[in-house]
């Protein structure tokens, strides 16, 4: 009930496109959703974050949707970029626990 | 301001050997979280340091792992008798406030260890 199921795995984006990343929780306790980025031999860095009182928040190309009946959230890169080629880790987070519950990452490639 | 530093950046060691990563986290925060990351995996919580309570140790996956935080700032990894499969890139994170999940967490860039 801890997990934070994260897909795909891996993706390809043409220049441009829209790259979506998907994650699924099962604890309803959660109420924090974080989305973090790395790089190569850099450690991630916080990209954008949610709370469940809105279902969509963006930044710049950059929007979560999230549907709380369903308990899945996803990461939409608009427009995406060679620059957005990264790893992906979605996380999860309740208010009484100082723990972030991992996704197991996406590693993005933008194809020029 | 300066990030979280972590050192070495890489270390190549011998099965058998004890080895020691060391994290500086951003100053004035008071929470530090150790992950090791395995190639192309997520990240897999080791230990959680909140000021000077009790830290959660429930990561560590032997009692190989240890670590420590002196005077609130700086923490050591240590990995006794280091075995092939803790090769894997250490990182450390540091967060204020109190530590919160909800708080943003500052990684440092790794200790990337290889065990020959």
């Known amino acids: 009930q801890q997990q934070v199921k994260q897909s795909p795995q891996s993706l390809i984006v043409q220049k441009g496109g829209i790259s979506i990343i998907n994650c699924a929780y099962e604890n309803t306790a959660f109420d924090y959703f974080p989305w973090y980025q790395q790089f190569p031999g850099k450690g991630p860095a916080l990209l954008i974050a949610i709370r469940p009182d809105v279902s969509e928040k963006k930044e710049g190309r950059f929007t979560i949707s999230f549907n709380k009946s369903a308990k899945q959230f996803s990461l939409h890169i608009m427009d995406s970029q060679p620059g957005d080629s990264a790893t992906y880790f979605c996380a999860a987070s309740g208010r009484s626990n100082y723990q972030l519950i991992w996704g197991a990452g996406t590693k993005l490639i933008i194809k020029p | 301001g300066a990030g979280v530093s972590q050192s070495p950046s890489n270390k190549v060691t011998e099965k058998g050997k004890d080895v020691e990563l060391r994290c500086d986290p951003i100053?004035?925060?008071?929470?530090l979280y150790w992950y090791r990351q395995s190639l192309g995996q997520g990240l897999e919580f080791l230990i959680y340091?909140?000021?000077?309570?009790?830290p959660d140790k429930s990561g560590l996956p032997s009692d190989r792992f240890s670590a420590e935080r002196t005077g609130g700032s700086v923490s050591t990894l240590t990995i006794q008798r280091t075995q092939q499969e803790d090769s894997a890139v250490y990182l450390c994170?540091?967060?204020?406030?109190w530590g919160a999940g909800t708080d943003t967490q500052y990684f440092g860039p790794g200790t990337r260890l290889t065990v020959l």
């Open positions: 994170a540091s967060s204020t406030k």
């Open positions: 340091f909140q000021g000077n309570s009790a």
């Open positions: 100053s004035g925060h008071t929470a």
